[in-house]
């Protein structure tokens, strides 16, 4: 038996699924919550609520402060320049498509060139997509090596003068690959393009520095990192912030209004417009300082071995195809994979029956199934609170499937 000292701190871990231990390997889709973020978002209703940037009474200040901790939490976890270029959304969808509402029908025009690549989730793909139909810009996209990393070959000829913004995941949700930021960002800025960054896939699972990224954008979400739903976090440089108008209007976004006229808050203030989800932010607030209580270089060596784990196994088995670099050390901790001859969905469906929670389908990444030549994939996903025995638990459910259907 394997133990993982962290796994305790996860109550959702204790669950049993069809009377069999939960084995949770959907961590790609979400995270589960360490007890250390259930307690803090119980005690901010409990005993702290009250609407943020509002009243001069004693707890809306306390619940502004605490919200305000956050923000600078995560300004210094994204190592920003300043704290004013962190403000929070609902997720990095809603991050991804208030860049296109801003920054995209601002500065895009007809003729100019949005370049994203194969791998992308529809949030980084059909914002940007439905904003060059509405512009008359052209989508390009940029392809992937043989082994499923983004070929930066290829970059350097999708990225021309005419490109306006480059847009990119620094982590597949299905190849497991960690993309180049930086030579992207050099690649982009020599011709004066934008570089945004969905970091979703890799914000839980590596160090983000997005001044050394360079990236002019990055959102992510708080629910990949251990934290709730319904909170985003985007990170933009402020000389770009400072050149946009904001995407939605209301209470709290204002300094003045007039009759006709309106005058913005200061940012980040101007970018939140109403109540926000105060609650979610001071959950992601607690998820952080968790995740640095643990370490990331420690979540990461966890990740890294089981990750390794679960390819040797999948590929030493016949019948079994895998998505994305086969070498432990070029993929991160997403494995999509396929069995011959039977669908995701029925594999997915027979390891639930065993208690292992996986994923099947096209991940939200149609155009990169398309160009595997598939119509879905199973894909197991590990986070920090996995243990070796998740995985040999899965291997051995699979064999079990794959047995049935091939008799």
């Known amino acids: 038996m394997t133990t993982n000292e962290y796994r305790q701190d996860f109550p959702i871990l204790q669950t049993k699924i069809n009377d069999e231990p939960l084995t949770y390997l959907d961590n790609a889709a979400t995270s589960q919550k360490p007890q250390a973020v259930i307690d803090a978002m119980a005690d901010f209703y409990a005993h702290g609520n009250a609407n943020v940037h509002r009243g001069v009474y004693t707890l809306a200040a306390q619940a502004t402060d605490r919200y305000e901790v956050v923000r600078d939490q995560v300004a210094q976890w994204l190592n920003a320049a300043r704290r004013e270029e962190v403000f929070f959304t609902r997720s990095t969808t809603d991050s991804l498509n208030w860049v296109v509402q801003t920054y995209g029908e601002q500065f895009v025009t007809a003729g100019d060139e949005i370049v994203v690549t194969v791998m992308e989730h529809h949030s980084n793909l059909v914002p940007w997509q439905q904003l060059a139909h509405r512009k008359g810009a052209t989508l390009k996209y940029i392809g992937l090596t043989a082994d499923g990393q983004l070929d930066l070959a290829d970059a350097r000829k999708q990225i021309t003068a005419k490109t306006k913004v480059v847009a990119v995941a620094q982590a597949s949700n299905v190849l497991g690959v960690t993309n180049p930021i930086k030579q992207l960002a050099q690649i982009a800025h020599a011709q004066n393009a934008i570089l945004v960054v969905d970091g979703a896939q890799s914000i839980a699972h590596m160090a983000v520095d997005v001044q050394d990224l360079d990236a002019d954008f990055y959102a992510f979400s708080a629910h990949k990192i251990y934290g709730p739903t319904g909170v985003g976090v985007l990170y933009g440089k402020y000389d770009l912030l ?166």
């Open 242 to 407: 400072s050149q946009l108008t904001p995407a939605q209007f209301g209470g709290e976004m204002i300094s003045d209004v007039d009759w006709q006229t309106t005058e913005f808050a200061a940012i980040p203030e101007r970018f939140e417009a109403g109540t926000p989800n105060i609650c979610g932010v001071i959950g992601l607030g607690a998820a952080l300082t968790y995740l640095q209580s643990v370490g990331l270089d420690t979540a990461q060596a966890i990740e890294q071995r089981l990750t390794k784990q679960l390819l040797t196994g999948l590929i030493a088995m016949p019948g079994i195809t895998v998505y994305g670099p086969e070498s432990p050390e070029l993929h991160g901790p997403v494995v999509a994979f396929n069995v011959d001859n039977v669908h995701a969905h029925d594999i997915a469906t027979g390891l639930d029956l065993a208690g292992v929670e996986i994923r099947a389908g096209h991940h939200c990444a149609q155009p990169l199934m398309r160009y595997l030549h598939v119509n879905a994939t199973v894909r197991a996903s590990v986070g920090l609170y996995n243990n070796s025995d998740d995985v040999d638990r899965l291997l051995t459910a699979l064999e079990s499937v794959k047995e049935f259907f091939e008799s």
